[in-house]
């Protein structure tokens, strides 16, 4: 056995690790680390995404360029019919407009309130632990329960207008799910509250990383809380934000559960969304082409808005 | 020696490897063939699936035999019960296994069992074609059985064969008829001395004496078709009974007819006058059977199924009234065959399921099924035999004065949604009634 051999040319054997020989090459160590026994074990489950997600996605997407009804055996083709209509459609670009003003208000928000609880979790709080798994309970129940839950409080003859009426403030009782200039804030305050803990945990895992000596050792230079937190923590928070950012701009993009729970897209259409189009579509009044077409849509929606977030949230790290 | 171990190590990974892959496109591929089959059977070859289907039930000397499952409607679950336990008696080797559905999603999850290839043995559904789901376009797509054959086929009422009826062939059970009203709490206004409203004015005059009682005349629904449904009855179909057919033949619309105007101004004054709870825009279904329940309110816009759900809420004393035109003279209700029960083409236990259809379609049982359910069995509609919580209705039963249900024969249920939502949008004043029967032309068909 050579004494400058590499374990792993050993167990190969022989004259197969010297310094010179092929095994030595980092060509030669690429390409076994591609190949072979690796990629065997990847194989199952490379072929269960690709039967179940991408093959599915195929699927649905040549619906989209049909009338099927859900129920006959064929399913005729009208090419780009469904996209003509959904773009000259009111109610379908009040959809898109309804989707984005609740995607943007509920990543700003979300984030903001999560970012605030985990700087106040992260260190010296005694019962943190109890408050960080309070917190977080919300995002571990089912959507759909709690939307039905919250539909019950916020009903006109609910418990919230039931404790305004108790504290006097009459005033502040209102039909929250029946008025349509509130109805989708109602359904943001529940998005938030479910998911408020979950970008708590993504920034108090960021936090973990960063280290205390270098905060310790602004403060001793003087620098104040707010200056800080501005320009010590915040951009060493960047990997955290573009994980956060990212994955609650996908939630509040296909968001479905809450809206169905609370108002199911009503009133008058005020809280319809583009996810709660494809089932209302498809499901409801069994025009599943036209559904297949809303989801194709909002499947480019999602994907071009977070690659380009995630591009442009990167590129901020790599300058911080 | 080592390089042995690792090649040894190497094939045996990729043996497993390859017999797991090919375990999984093997299964794959018999999934799909299986439903492929399925969808593509026609109309055309639906009798030949019934002949060639395997049933594993047989008739045996006490009845039939076999569990079959059946997927249903909530609000009929506690009549529906009650016949099931008596067929399993009079069949102790059958067994009906019922699930069922809330309105609010009933059709979507029937769609997706029928979709899946795993459509229950009986389920509900509705005649006509208002439905992706509906007896019609059921039959067409060769999902449902026929049952031309059954005892019960020559008593489907005329004004109900095109909702069950494809190419002369009977495709379901029509479970009863019933009327679409107000569902009233009889003793409670008979507490508060308030007599039932014959005409349009009495009826918005007693919304105010019963607001002045700290109670609502309707418990309302916001997003309700209900809502412009049943005041059609009297402001169109009287007037005009060919209303649907000429909606087809696109010589009429929504927003040009002024009956549908009207009914929808009826929204609008109800909810001046009062009649309707605080909240009404964003009230639920269930969140009016509670308030019935609680007697909060005293009416509810409905069909007269509706009344089983509201006296198992417990309300004592309930009937069915006709929602008054502007005059007695004008009131016309209308009469739902709507309801109706299939049998799966793709059953494997069909001599069970048609046997429970024939079952409930003998007169007594039908006659037992309807009381518990509220409605009226079509063999005592056809004599005149109403039950006591329906008698407001006998009058326009003898004389013919009844509506049939008219989104049975609409095209697709994009019209009835939209009068749904647009409802909420003149409760919420986001609308008004020439935008919303605009917005239901734009929907028709779809």
């Known amino acids: 056995m050579s004494s400058s051999s590499s374990p792993v040319e050993d167990t190969l054997g022989g004259t197969a690790g010297r310094p010179g020989s092929r095994l030595r090459s980092p060509t030669f160590r690429r390409t076994r680390s591609l190949t072979g026994i690796p990629l065997l074990w990847a194989l199952p489950g490379v072929a269960l995404v690709v039967a179940f997600i991408y093959v599915a996605f195929g699927a649905g997407a040549w619906y989209a360029f049909t009338s099927w009804d859900g129920v006959s055996a064929s399913a005729p083709w009208v090419g780009l019919d469904n996209f003509k209509e959904i773009v000259n459609d009111p109610s379908a670009r ?16 979300v984030n903001v309130i999560g970012l605030s609880f985990a700087l106040a979790l992260n260190r010296t709080v005694k019962s943190r632990n109890w408050l960080r798994a309070a917190l977080f309970a919300p995002v571990i129940v089912s959507p759909i329960a709690v939307s039905y839950v919250w539909q019950y409080i916020f009903a006109f003859t609910g418990p919230l207008n039931s404790l305004f009426g108790t504290l006097g403030l009459s005033s502040w009782q209102h039909d929250w799910l029946g008025d349509p200039d509130w109805a989708i804030w109602t359904i943001l305050v529940l998005l938030v509250w479910q998911y408020a803990g979950l970008t708590m945990s993504f920034y108090l895992a960021g936090l973990q990383g960063i280290p205390e000596e270098l905060d310790e050792a602004a403060a001793v230079d003087g620098a104040s809380t707010a200056f800080r937190l501005r320009r010590v923590t915040l951009p060493l928070l960047a990997p955290a934000t573009t994980v956060s950012v990212a994955l609650t701009t996908i939630f509040g993009l296909r968001v479905f559960d809450q809206v169905v729970g609370l108002t199911e897209g009503g009133p008058g259409g005020a809280t319809e969304t583009l996810a709660t189009q494809v089932y209302k579509q498809g499901f409801v009044q069994g025009r599943f082409g036209y559904s297949a077409a809303f989801a194709l849509i909002l499947t480019a929606l999602v994907a071009i808005v977070s690659l380009t977030q995630i591009a442009v949230l990167r590129r901020r790290e790599a300058r911080l | 020696m080592s390089m042995n171990r690792v090649s040894l190590r190497g094939a045996i990974a990729a043996v497993f490897t390859f017999a797991l892959v090919g375990l999984l496109l ?84 029937l769609t997706t069992q029928v979709q899946g290839g795993n459509a229950p043995d009986v389920f ?13 376009p059921l039959a067409e797509a060769g999902k449902v059985a026929d049952l031309s054959a059954s005892p019960w086929a020559s008593e489907v009422p005329q004004p109900a064969h095109d909702l069950y009826f494809v190419n002369e062939k009977l495709y379901g059970l029509p479970l009863w008829e019933k009327p679409l009203g107000v569902v009233y709490n009889i003793g409670e206004y008979k507490n508060l001395g308030i007599e039932i409203p014959k005409t349009w004015g009495q009826f918005l005059q007693q919304c105010g004496q019963i607001h002045a009682a700290g109670k609502s005349s309707l418990a309302g629904i916001g997003a309700n078709y209900m809502n412009a449904i049943i005041p059609a009855g009297s402001t169109v179909y009287a007037k005009d009974p060919e209303w649907n057919a000429e909606r087809t033949a696109e010589k009429v619309t929504f927003a040009g007819t ?42 509810l816009l409905a069909p007269s199924d509706a009344i089983g759900a509201i006296v ?17 003279a004008e009131t016309r209700p209308i009469n739902a065959y709507s309801d109706a029960l299939a049998v799966s083409a793709s059953s494997g236990e069909e001599e069970t399921a048609v046997a429970f259809l024939d079952f409930l379609a003998e007169p007594a049982h039908a006659k037992h099924l309807a009381e518990l359910a509220g409605t009226i069995s079509i063999q005592a509609a056809a004599k005149g035999e109403l039950p006591e919580s329906l008698e407001a209705y006998a009058p326009y039963y003898e004389e013919e004065n009844i509506v049939s249900y008219p989104p049975d024969l609409w095209a697709g249920s994009g019209s009835l949604e939209a009068l749904a939502t647009g409802s909420q949008e003149i409760l919420t004043g986001q609308n008004d009634a020439k935008g919303v029967l605009e917005k239901a032309d734009a929907a028709w068909g779809k």
């Open chain 1, 94 to 109: 009040d959809a898109l407009w309804h989707t984005l003003e609740l995607t943007a208000a509920f990543v700003i928000l």
């Open chain 2, 258 to 299: 002024p009956g549908w105007n009207e009914a929808l101004e009826m929204i609008t004054e109800m909810k001046e006058a009062e009649c309707f709870q605080p909240g009404v825009e964003g009230a639920t279904i269930d969140a009016a059977i509670q308030l019935m329940g609680s007697e909060g309110a005293l009416g």
């Open chain 2, 26 to 109: 093997s299964a794959c591929g018999g999934s799909s063939s299986s439903s492929s089959s399925t969808a593509g059977s026609t109309s055309a070859e639906t009798a030949a699936t019934n002949e060639t289907a395997e049933t594993t039930a047989g008739s045996t000397e006490g009845g039939v035999s076999g569990t079959i499952r059946m997927l249903g409607l909530t609000p009929q679950e506690a009549a529906m019960s009650a016949l099931i336990e008596e067929f399993e008696a009079a069949n102790p080797e059958a067994h009906v296994d019922a699930q069922y559905g809330s309105p609010a999603n009933y059709y979507q999850v």
């Open chain 2, 124 to 136: 509900y559904t509705n005649g006509g074609i208002g439905q992706p789901t509906s007896i019609v």
């Open chain 2, 312 to 328: 198992a809420a417990g309300v004592k004393e309930v009937g069915s009234f006709p929602l008054p035109g502007k005059t007695a």
